[in-house]
Nanobody, 123 residues
Framework: QVQLVESGGGLVQAGGSLRLSCSASRLTFSQYAMGWFRQAPGKEREFVADITRSGLPANYADSVKGRFTISRDNAKNTVYLQMNSLKPEDTAVYFC????????????????WGQGTQVTVSS
């Protein structure tokens, strides 16, 4: 069974930083585009960022552009989300996802999902 495991979430004050990791197993990682999504309390899950198979960023949500950076290390089967200048509205459960085709902002395009990691930003 393909497995994606997120880590790195936690509590942080506004203006701080966190680095999320998503480790993949039982799939050929380099053949998958990867994405990050999040779901805030009382809201639907939304797109955050995605990255191509080669490691070049494809898209960022407007709400995180300039603050978040997605990257990947195919040798480690890991995708990262560096989050800087965090705001209380960034509070959410963050999910990574794997896509056998091209990067997408649409969650239905993704084949596999992690369990999520909680990020809480206090004011």
């Amino acid at each position: 069974q393909v497995q994606l495991v997120e880590s790195g979430g936690g509590l942080v004050q506004a203006g701080g930083s966190l680095r999320l990791s998503c480790s993949a197993s039982r799939l050929t990682f380099s053949q998958y585009a990867m994405g990050w999504f999040r779901q805030a309390p009382g809201k639907e899950r939304e797109f955050v960022a995605d990255i191509t198979r080669s490691g070049l960023p494809a898209n960022y949500a407007d709400s995180v552009k300039g603050r978040f950076t997605i990257s990947r290390d195919n040798a480690k089967n890991t995708v990262y989300l560096q989050m800087n200048s965090l705001k209380p509205e960034d509070t959410a459960v963050y999910f990574c996802a794997a896509n056998r085709h091209i990067p997408s902002r649409i969650e239905s395009a993704y084949d596999y999902w992690g369990q999520g990691t909680q990020v809480t930003v206090s004011s």
